[in-house]
């Protein structure tokens, strides 16, 4: 799989660590449990050698809309093909959930 340009990102985080999701859904980076940790997945960095987490459908001539949720760090990424007339569609939302046990690590 080919590089994307990093504008084809989404971000979707905690405070804690951060997550990069491309227009195809999947998540190219990720630090965890915090931002300073190694990284889980780096195909951002290494297409071949840094791992990514794809799940998605085995269609080709898909149109694919990301967008983040009003007032949220919720990113939807919508998979569309429509064949013989008949829509499919595949929704997938990103997010990291904030643990009530994370606090914050600055206060201002």
Request: aromatic share 8%.
């Amino acid at each position: 799989m080919a590089f994307e340009p990093i504008e084809n990102y989404g971000v979707i985080g905690n405070m804690q660590s951060i997550a990069l999701v491309g227009m195809n859904g999947s998540i190219d980076f990720l630090c965890y449990p915090n931002f300073d940790s190694p990284t889980v997945f780096a195909a951002l960095l290494d297409d071949r050698r840094g791992g990514r987490f794809e799940v998605r459908p085995q269609l080709r001539n898909m149109r694919i809309r990301q967008l983040y949720l009003p007032d949220t760090n919720i990113l939807l990424t919508r998979l569309l093909r429509r064949w013989i007339s008949i829509p499919r569609k595949m929704i997938q939302r990103n997010l990291v959930e904030i643990l009530p046990t994370i606090k914050p690590i600055h206060n201002l």
